[in-house]
Protein backbone atom coordinates (compact mmCIF):
# COMPACT_ATOMS: atom_id res chain seq x y z
CA UNK A 1 0.00 0.00 0.00
CA UNK A 2 1.28 3.43 -0.88
CA UNK A 3 1.49 6.25 0.63
CA UNK A 4 -0.95 7.88 -0.87
CA UNK A 5 -3.23 4.79 -0.58
CA UNK A 6 -2.66 5.17 2.83
CA UNK A 7 -3.92 8.94 3.52
CA UNK A 8 -6.74 7.74 1.86
CA UNK A 9 -7.51 5.45 3.84
CA UNK A 10 -6.69 7.29 6.80
CA UNK A 11 -9.19 10.53 5.19
CA UNK A 12 -11.78 7.69 5.29
CA UNK A 13 -11.61 6.77 8.37
CA UNK A 14 -11.51 10.06 9.87
CA UNK A 15 -14.81 10.70 8.07
CA UNK A 16 -16.26 7.53 9.56
CA UNK A 17 -15.66 8.78 13.24
CA UNK A 18 -16.62 12.68 12.77
CA UNK A 19 -20.21 10.82 11.37
CA UNK A 20 -20.17 8.74 14.27
CA UNK A 21 -19.34 11.64 17.18
CA UNK A 22 -22.14 13.58 14.83
CA UNK A 23 -24.78 10.69 15.52
CA UNK A 24 -23.49 10.52 19.06
CA UNK A 25 -24.10 14.43 19.72
CA UNK A 26 -27.56 14.61 17.72
CA UNK A 27 -28.32 11.61 20.59
CA UNK A 28 -27.36 13.92 23.57
CA UNK A 29 -29.06 16.56 21.85
CA UNK A 30 -32.37 14.39 22.24
CA UNK A 31 -31.80 13.89 25.53
CA UNK A 32 -31.01 17.57 26.26
CA UNK A 33 -34.10 18.64 24.92
CA UNK A 34 -35.88 15.81 26.61
CA UNK A 35 -34.19 16.98 30.01
CA UNK A 36 -35.06 20.77 29.13
CA UNK A 37 -39.00 19.49 28.45
CA UNK A 38 -39.15 18.48 32.26
CA UNK A 39 -37.68 20.84 34.19
CA UNK A 40 -40.27 23.37 32.50
CA UNK A 41 -43.01 21.22 32.94
CA UNK A 42 -41.61 20.97 36.62
CA UNK A 43 -41.24 24.69 36.57
CA UNK A 44 -37.69 24.78 37.27
CA UNK A 45 -36.53 27.55 34.76
CA UNK A 46 -33.04 27.69 35.44
CA UNK A 47 -32.19 24.68 35.39
CA UNK A 48 -34.57 24.58 32.09
CA UNK A 49 -32.19 27.74 30.96
CA UNK A 50 -28.95 25.20 31.12
CA UNK A 51 -30.47 22.33 29.46
CA UNK A 52 -31.42 24.49 26.81
CA UNK A 53 -28.15 26.13 26.89
CA UNK A 54 -26.66 22.40 26.98
CA UNK A 55 -29.25 21.19 23.62
CA UNK A 56 -28.08 24.10 21.73
CA UNK A 57 -24.04 23.51 22.11
CA UNK A 58 -24.60 19.74 21.20
CA UNK A 59 -26.64 20.85 18.12
CA UNK A 60 -23.16 23.13 16.93
CA UNK A 61 -20.89 20.26 17.59
CA UNK A 62 -22.76 17.96 15.77
CA UNK A 63 -22.98 20.96 13.20
CA UNK A 64 -19.87 21.30 13.44
CA UNK A 65 -18.58 17.79 13.38
CA UNK A 66 -21.06 17.25 10.30
CA UNK A 67 -19.36 20.03 8.35
CA UNK A 68 -15.44 18.79 8.98
CA UNK A 69 -16.60 15.19 8.27
CA UNK A 70 -18.09 16.83 4.80
CA UNK A 71 -14.51 18.56 3.99
CA UNK A 72 -12.94 15.64 4.86
CA UNK A 73 -14.95 13.45 2.11
CA UNK A 74 -13.81 16.07 -0.52
CA UNK A 75 -9.97 15.86 -0.03
CA UNK A 76 -10.19 12.52 0.32
CA UNK A 77 -12.38 12.09 -3.04
CA UNK A 78 -9.32 13.96 -4.11
CA UNK A 79 -7.21 11.66 -3.15
CA UNK A 80 -9.21 8.79 -4.89
CA UNK A 81 -8.93 10.75 -7.89
CA UNK A 82 -5.28 10.47 -7.37
CA UNK A 83 -4.82 7.54 -6.97
CA UNK A 84 -7.24 6.19 -9.79
CA UNK A 85 -5.56 8.42 -11.91
CA UNK A 86 -1.80 6.81 -10.87
CA UNK A 87 -3.13 3.53 -11.44
CA UNK A 88 -4.58 4.50 -14.94
CA UNK A 89 -1.03 6.08 -15.80
CA UNK A 90 0.53 3.06 -14.81
CA UNK A 91 -1.51 0.73 -16.80
CA UNK A 92 -0.96 2.99 -19.77
CA UNK A 93 3.02 2.70 -19.06
CA UNK A 94 3.02 -1.01 -19.33
CA UNK A 95 0.93 -1.29 -22.07
CA UNK A 96 3.08 0.85 -23.88
CA UNK A 97 6.22 -0.98 -22.47
CA UNK A 98 5.04 -4.09 -24.40
CA UNK A 99 4.01 -1.94 -27.66
CA UNK A 100 7.23 -0.59 -29.22
CA UNK A 101 5.32 0.13 -32.20
CA UNK A 102 2.00 1.93 -30.79
CA UNK A 103 4.97 3.73 -28.22
CA UNK A 104 6.29 5.75 -31.48
CA UNK A 105 3.14 6.64 -32.74
CA UNK A 106 1.95 7.73 -28.87
CA UNK A 107 1.47 11.75 -28.88
CA UNK A 108 3.82 12.92 -26.57
CA UNK A 109 2.36 16.40 -25.61
CA UNK A 110 -0.67 13.96 -23.79
CA UNK A 111 1.03 11.77 -21.49
CA UNK A 112 2.42 15.39 -20.27
CA UNK A 113 -0.88 16.73 -20.07
CA UNK A 114 -2.08 13.68 -18.21
CA UNK A 115 1.63 14.20 -15.83
CA UNK A 116 0.87 18.10 -16.01
CA UNK A 117 -3.01 16.94 -14.40
CA UNK A 118 -1.90 14.70 -12.03
CA UNK A 119 0.35 17.29 -10.34
CA UNK A 120 -1.87 20.01 -10.27
CA UNK A 121 -4.19 18.09 -8.52
CA UNK A 122 -1.81 17.46 -5.78
CA UNK A 123 -1.53 21.06 -5.14
CA UNK A 124 -5.71 21.57 -5.39
CA UNK A 125 -5.08 18.99 -2.83
CA UNK A 126 -2.51 21.02 -0.17
CA UNK A 127 -4.55 24.06 -0.95
CA UNK A 128 -7.95 21.77 0.43
CA UNK A 129 -5.64 20.30 3.65
CA UNK A 130 -4.52 24.07 4.38
CA UNK A 131 -8.29 25.23 3.90
CA UNK A 132 -8.82 22.42 5.99
CA UNK A 133 -6.68 22.89 8.89
CA UNK A 134 -7.68 26.90 9.07
CA UNK A 135 -11.42 25.91 9.38
CA UNK A 136 -10.95 23.65 11.98
CA UNK A 137 -8.94 26.18 14.19
CA UNK A 138 -11.65 28.61 13.78
CA UNK A 139 -14.18 26.18 14.70
CA UNK A 140 -13.08 25.41 18.17
CA UNK A 141 -15.14 27.98 20.16
CA UNK A 142 -18.85 27.53 19.96
CA UNK A 143 -21.18 29.81 22.12
CA UNK A 144 -24.78 29.43 22.81
CA UNK A 145 -26.75 32.84 22.59
CA UNK A 146 -29.03 33.97 24.44
CA UNK A 147 -31.59 34.36 21.53
CA UNK A 148 -31.18 30.68 20.43
CA UNK A 149 -31.88 29.13 24.09
CA UNK A 150 -34.89 31.64 24.57
CA UNK A 151 -36.37 30.13 21.33
CA UNK A 152 -35.83 26.54 22.06
CA UNK A 153 -37.25 26.66 25.36
CA UNK A 154 -40.19 28.37 23.68
CA UNK A 155 -40.40 25.18 20.96
CA UNK A 156 -39.69 22.76 23.85
CA UNK A 157 -42.17 24.49 25.99
CA UNK A 158 -44.94 24.05 23.01
CA UNK A 159 -43.94 20.54 22.87
CA UNK A 160 -44.84 19.91 26.33
CA UNK A 161 -48.37 21.99 25.87
CA UNK A 162 -47.00 24.31 28.81
CA UNK A 163 -47.56 27.80 28.99
CA UNK A 164 -43.53 29.33 29.42
CA UNK A 165 -44.00 32.89 30.08
CA UNK A 166 -46.89 32.09 33.09
CA UNK A 167 -44.82 29.78 34.76
CA UNK A 168 -41.40 31.44 34.51
CA UNK A 169 -43.26 34.66 36.13
CA UNK A 170 -44.96 32.43 38.71
CA UNK A 171 -41.24 30.87 39.18
CA UNK A 172 -39.67 34.42 39.42
CA UNK A 173 -42.13 36.20 41.83
CA UNK A 174 -41.36 36.61 45.04
CA UNK A 175 -43.62 34.86 47.68
CA UNK A 176 -44.81 37.51 50.44
CA UNK A 177 -44.80 36.29 53.90
CA UNK A 178 -47.40 37.26 55.63
CA UNK A 179 -46.40 38.85 59.15
CA UNK A 180 -50.63 38.59 60.65
CA UNK A 181 -53.78 37.80 59.67
CA UNK A 182 -55.06 39.94 56.77
CA UNK A 183 -58.28 41.71 56.54
CA UNK A 184 -60.07 39.36 53.67
CA UNK A 185 -58.86 36.89 56.73
CA UNK A 186 -60.21 38.80 59.62
CA UNK A 187 -63.03 39.37 57.68
CA UNK A 188 -63.70 35.82 57.09
CA UNK A 189 -63.14 35.19 60.95
CA UNK A 190 -65.40 37.83 61.96
CA UNK A 191 -68.22 35.97 59.79
CA UNK A 192 -67.17 32.73 61.56
CA UNK A 193 -67.43 33.75 64.78
CA UNK A 194 -70.43 35.45 64.12
CA UNK A 195 -72.19 32.47 62.42
CA UNK A 196 -71.39 30.35 65.42
CA UNK A 197 -72.93 33.15 68.17
CA UNK A 198 -75.98 32.80 66.24
Given amino acids: MSGLEKALFNLKFTAKQLN ?4 KAG ?7 NK ?4 IQQNHSDIAKIY ?10 KLNLLRLAS ?20 S ?11 MKAMDLEKISNVMDKFETQFEDLDVATGYYENATSQATAVGTPQDDVDKLM ?13 EMRNAEAPVKVAA ?7 EGLGERLRALRN
Fill in 20 to 23: RQAA
Fill in 92 to 102: MANVVRGMDSA
Fill in 154 to 166: SQVADEAGVELQT
Fill in 180 to 186: GPSEVQE
Fill in 36 to 39: LKKA
Fill in 52 to 61: AQNAIRKQNE
Fill in 71 to 90: RIDAVSSRVQTAVTMRQVTG
Fill in 27 to 33: KDEVAEK
